[in-house]
């Protein structure tokens, strides 16, 4: 069974804060996908990032894809109000020539960010 | 584009009842994933359709889930009977290749079983 682990699984900060959030696997994937959940809603993709080593940037959203494709980054530049949300990660594997990707998702990151 | 539609919104029932679970995926899709999220395991799929047909139902709980498609534009949930550790917010997603292709999510389904 490949398992994502998330950390942290809660982040409060202040407006303006820089933060980090953490996606690590002792497995390999084929992609990558991060979403982004708000209260009451379902998870919305945000980026997909399928080559090691990939860094992908969505404003001040930055993706990197780890080089075993093992693990992966979500960096938030100056954080704002509007980023609160439930982060998520999920790597999807096409292992046996299926065309099948199954998606693991991680636990999450609760990000709380302080006007 | 309506998006992934579920219905109803929330359902609150007494344990031993018939739970069923309803979702439209995107016109045009071609594979629907039933998804189960709570605190403690997060987001579990439970089954994955493709052109109709279930293809992976491994992570349905036990024999009182089941799920069908009977066409590409519905796919229900049901829990029969229902009980309160089935208690969750139940999503259903869908999308036009399941290869690396991002997941459309509805809003979801609160179920409280009491």
């Known amino acids: 069974t490949q398992l994502l682990e998330q950390s942290p699984q809660f982040l409060s900060i202040q407006e303006g804060e820089n933060l980090t959030v953490y996606c690590n696997s002792s497995s390999v994937f084929s992609s990558l996908q991060w979403y982004r959940q708000e209260p009451g809603e379902g998870p919305v993709l945000l980026v997909t990032?399928?080559?090691?080593?990939e860094v992908k940037k969505l404003k001040r959203l930055t993706f990197q894809f780890g080089d075993a494709r093992k693990d992966s980054s979500l960096h938030i530049t100056a954080a704002q109000p509007g980023d609160t949300g439930l982060y998520l990660c999920?790597?999807?594997?096409?292992?046996?020539?299926?065309?099948?990707?199954?998606?693991?998702f991680g636990q999450g990151t609760i990000l709380t960010v302080h006007p | 584009d309506a998006g992934v539609i579920q219905s109803p919104r929330h359902e609150v029932t007494e344990m031993g009842q018939e739970v069923t679970l309803r979702c439209k995926p995107i016109s045009g899709h071609n594979s629907l994933f039933w998804y189960r999220q709570t605190m403690m395991r997060g987001l579990e799929l439970l089954i994955y359709?493709?052109?109709?047909?279930?293809?992976?139902d491994s992570g349905m709980p036990e024999d009182r889930f089941s799920a069908k498609m009977p066409n590409a534009s519905f796919s229900t949930l049901k829990i029969q009977p229902s009980e309160p550790r089935d208690s969750a917010v139940y999503f259903c997603?869908?999308?036009?290749?399941?290869?690396?292709?991002?997941?459309?999510f509805g809003n979801g389904t609160r179920l409280t079983v009491t």
């Open positions: 359709f493709n052109n109709n047909v279930p293809i992976d």
């Open positions: 999920a790597g999807a594997n096409n292992a046996g020539g299926t065309s099948y990707g199954k998606l693991t």
């Open positions: 997603a869908s999308s036009y290749r399941p290869t690396n292709s991002p997941l459309h």
């Open positions: 990032v399928v080559t090691g080593g």
